[in-house]
């Protein structure tokens, strides 16, 4: 058994990350043997893309994408390994850097005014791994079998204009597109609320599992 470690470097932040984010990833406790994939290909969309290709042509057996902005617990990587076989895609929880710190993570999906919106995850218990419709990709472990699976491109930023905003339901980027092909499939998606991430911005640390919408 293989574990890819694909490693990003969102766009908004050029090639940089923090000591902390790398001496946190050296000490984590891992599975099995890994195998590193760095990109930090522009736009993030791209970089996604081609961990990705590079991925398939290897011996890898499961692909964990880790943002250089995220940073996840010591046992992180082992508490999404073990909910594999509950769900078909596991992700850790990490929450927004704006103002709200809401979680990147949504429960639903409607039809608001003939537009598609996804509901945020309105609360959790921070120790179950939950169903979910949609995660961020920051600290996410996918299988091999749904790269197989999924047409290409697997990851593209839509954002027309008539993709709108409100207090509940908001739109994503490549992360969404992905997530609603893996749907269309019938695939699980698991939400760790135990495995609370660190999302890191210039001036702070987003950590915050006390909100409420």
């Keep these: 058994m293989q574990l890819n470690l694909g490693l990003m470097a969102p766009s908004l932040y050029g090639n940089r990350t923090s000591i902390v984010w790398a001496i946190q990833l050296a000490t984590m406790q891992k599975p099995c043997n890994i195998e590193f994939t760095v990109s930090a290909r522009r736009p993030l969309e791209a970089g996604r ?14 692909l964990l994408f880790i943002d250089s902005d995220v940073i996840a617990p010591s046992k992180g990587i082992m508490m999404l390994w073990e909910q594999k076989d509950n769900f078909d895609i ?35 218990d921070g120790k179950s791994c939950v169903p979910v419709e949609c995660v961020g990709l920051g600290f996410c472990l996918i299988p091999r079998r749904i ?12 954002l027309g204009d008539d993709v709108g905003f409100n207090e509940v339901y908001q739109p994503m980027g490549e992360d969404m597109y992905f997530f609603k ?20 911005r210039d001036d702070a640390m987003v950590h915050n599992m006390k909100y409420v919408n």
Aim: with cysteine; charged share 30%.
């Design 49 to 62: 893309n081609d961990i990705v290709r590079r991925f398939l042509e290897s011996d890898g057996d499961y």
């Design 90 to 124: 596991v992700s850790g929880l990490y929450f927004k850097k704006g103002n709200k710190h809401s979680p990147v993570a949504y429960d639903d999906r409607a039809l608001i005014d003939g537009v598609e919106k996804w509901h945020i995850l309105p609360k959790w």
């Design 147 to 158: 790269f197989e699976a999924v047409s290409k491109p697997y990851f593209k930023f839509e």
């Design 181 to 200: 092909k893996v749907r269309e499939l019938d695939f699980t998606i698991g939400c760790h609320t135990g495995c609370q991430c660190t999302h890191v």
